[in-house]
């Protein structure tokens, strides 16, 4: 089975559909998202309408900070800048109550065999920490029996492994090249982000799970970063936001 990983996907619809489309080319079976499916972008119900279909089919979705603050977090929506707490009530405003419901109703964290997929970290998920470096990564896998841990949040893609002696190593994938996720190690691997990526790469990030191989792979997919960069500022939606997107950072 392929498993498609999308993680800060940010109410991008543009970016979610060039992602999809290009993971069923590369036959992906299913399809798990990372948190943050909304925020920062001009198409919240849109995007909560398709991951809401791919988890009626068998599909895996979490729980991100922005999908908190949307639905109940008011502290955690307090905490933000203002232009994320106008683009937290402008997506409020947005959303149908069975989409609410939808975000409200996500766990913050889900194990299944020896993968665990968490938005922020495995060592406290409703913190929202970031995993920045190999001691972030290091310490989210102690955090956890699960061998292998695949989060978002950090928005660029990243992959750590943890050798048999607890030393933790970082690698940076490159797009196209599988990387084997070899059984002596344990891995902490980011997919980046579908729908805002930040590494100076407009093209959204997305990565593929090969589970009977134990295969990642990370892809680069052009979208029409330009028409959504559009909607966000006929939503009304703070400019930087837009710019963001257009230049990838």
């Known amino acids: ?24 080319r590369q036959r992906a079976g299913r399809h798990v998202f990372l948190g943050d499916l909304v925020g920062y972008g001009p198409d919240p119900a849109a995007v909560l309408d398709t ?3 791919h988890v009626a089919s ?3 979705a979490v729980a991100g900070n922005h999908d908190a603050a949307v639905t109940s977090d008011a502290t955690l929506a307090g905490r933000m800048g203002p232009e994320i707490q106008r683009s937290v009530e402008w997506t409020r405003r947005q959303l149908a109550p ?16 020896d993968r665990l997929y968490v ?24 955090a956890t029996r699960c061998r ?30 599988g990387v084997p996720l070899g059984p002596r190690r344990r891995w902490l691997a980011i997919p ?8 100076g790469n407009p093209a959204a990030s997305y990565a593929l799970l ?28 703070p400019e930087t936001f837009a710019d963001r997107l257009v230049a990838g950072a």
């Open 148 to 177: 292998r841990v695949f989060c978002g949040h950090a928005h660029d893609p990243a992959l750590y492994h943890m050798t048999p002696r607890g030393r933790v190593e970082p690698f940076l994938p490159v797009p196209g090249v």
């Open 98 to 113: 069975a989409q609410l419901d939808f975000l409200r109703g996500l766990p913050l964290a889900l194990e299944e065999s």
């Open 51 to 53: 991951v809401m279909r």
């Open 210 to 237: 090969d589970v009977e191989k134990n295969l990642m792979t990370w892809f680069r997919v052009p979208y029409d970063h330009e028409l959504t960069a559009r909607k966000i500022r006929a939503a009304g939606l």
């Open 192 to 199: 980046g982000s579908c729908g805002q990526p930040r590494d």
């Open 1 to 24: 089975m392929r498993v498609a990983l999308l993680a800060d996907v940010h109410a991008n619809a543009e970016a979610l559909t060039a992602c999809l489309t290009h993971a069923g």
């Open 58 to 60: 068998g599909g895996v």
């Open 119 to 142: 938005h922020a970290n495995a060592w406290d998920p409703a913190g929202w920490e970031y995993v920045l470096g190999p001691l972030d990564a290091g310490r989210s896998l102690r």
